[in-house]
Structures are given as C-alpha cells and as structure tokens.
C-alpha cells in the first residue's frame, strides 16, 4: 500500500508542480490529448485498487492511529540538471512515457557557450538515455568539432525527452508537456547561444510555423538569448548538401561568440 502511495503522490506532485510552472509562464490553457485522460485515470484507478485491497486485507496487527495531515507549502523546482533528470525520468504527463526504454533528458557541459536542441530521442538514444548518439549524432559531433568545440564543452538536449514511437514527429501538447523542463535548464545553463536543429525544435521552444528552409540562418531570440535555427542533422544524412548552407550557419554562430572559424583539417 505505501509503495502504491508513493508512486500515485509523484505523478500528482509531478503534475502540480508542471501546472504551476505553466501558470507562472502565463499560459491559462492546455490541451490534453483524450487517450492521455484516459492513461492516466486507468493508473490512477490501478493504483486506488491497490491501496483498496490492502487497506480491506484482514490484519490482526493493531493499527496505530493515523498521524495528523500536516499541510506544506510547494516546494520550489530545484534548479539542479540532476533535479531536473531526476523529475524527467519519473515524469508522466504525456502518452510518450508508456513507451519509452529511457528518458533522455540532455547532457554536456554545465556552462556552455552553445546548447543544441533538437525534435526528440531516437531508437539509439532510447536505448542509451543519451542525446545525439546515433548517426545524426555521429554528424552532429562532426559539427561541433568543426566549430573548435568537443561534445563535452557544448550540451547538447531535445524538444521532448522521450522517444516518439517510430519516431514519428511529437505532437503540439508532447512538447508542451515537456517544454517546462527544458526551460529549467536553459534557465540553469544560461547558454550565450542556441542552436534549434530542425523545424521541430524551432516550433517547440519559438513557437514558429515558419518552414526551417526559410528561417535558418535568420536570428531570432528565446527569452533574450540569440537562437539560430538550422537544418537537423537526420535532414543533412539524407540531403548532403545542404551541409554547405548549415556550415554558414554555424559559421554565423561562432562569429556572434566572437570565436573565429578554424581551419579546414586536411
């Protein structure tokens, strides 16, 4: 029965605490999915059968009388990256947690000068919980190496922490279920600039239909940091050439850091 408790308190905790976090952004809407109502009432009835057929359980144990309910104020969301992993993997606000292996929440440097974001976690990633590590990652490390950087000096993360089945695109309220979360660490890292790797993620973190062929290699700005969308990395294995075009891009991005660009290695 505690066991039971404990995990129906978390997803409730977890849910109060992304409410409150989007009330504080000023959204007043969400719009929830019914397949999604429906998971979570079928976990919660699950978890409130458990607790019903232990609490009917004959026991000739006396029973110690229930301590008084005492009434805490909302803790403040931590502004740790470990935190924020900690609440990710346990997290359960969107349909992609009953079929991920295991959420990826990012990972790199804890001050970098550029933080990579991406659509979401693919099959290699979901198997590893790491980002970028399957042949668009192979590429991306390629970039970065060719902008003077290694992987651990950049950090390098997703729109959505969790694997859209087939990899299919995520949905508007997949991304708006786990944007939170990637503000937290925006707001940790305090990155100079962002890359957004691909429609996707210019759409989840700007908020911005716009086709990425007409905007990349235009600025624009997250909550005052310089953004600068660009092809992703998937879209580059398929279409080689438009490496030129993302190469000008980061070229840009290393000019506005003030960093030049090294030479080609032969």
Known sequence: MAD?????????????????????????????????????SRAIDAEGSSAERAVR??????????????????????????????????CRLCGLCTTRTNTVPGQGSESPEI?????GPGADED????????RAGKLLTQMIEAMGYQRDEVWIGNIVKC????????????????????KEQIAFL???????????????????????????????SFEGIDTMPTFHPAYLLRNPPAKREVWTD????LEKLGRPVPAKKR
């Open 127 to 134: 198997a590893q919980g790491l980002a970028f590590v399957g």
């Open 250 to 253: 980061l070229k840009t991005v």
């Open 4 to 40: 039971a408790r404990h995990r129906l308190l978390s997803v409730v905790e977890n849910l109060d605490a992304h409410v409150r976090h989007l009330k504080e952004e000023g959204v007043r809407e969400v719009s929830v999915q019914p397949e999604t109502l429906a998971a979570l």
């Open 57 to 90: 359980a004959p026991s000739s144990a006396p029973q110690a009388a229930p301590a008084p309910v005492q009434h805490k104020e909302p803790i403040a969301m931590s502004q740790t990256l470990k935190s924020i992993a900690d609440r990710v993997a346990a």
């Open 190 to 220: 305090k990155p100079k600039v962002i890359v957004c790797l691909g429609a996707t993620a210019v759409q989840g973190l700007l908020n911005d239909m716009t086709g990425i062929t007409k905007l990349r290699g235009e600025w624009r």
């Open 163 to 182: 694997r859209p089945p087939n990899n299919r695109k995520p949905t508007q309220e997949e991304m708006q279920a786990c944007l939170p979360y990637l």
């Open 115 to 119: 933080m990579f974001v991406g659509e």
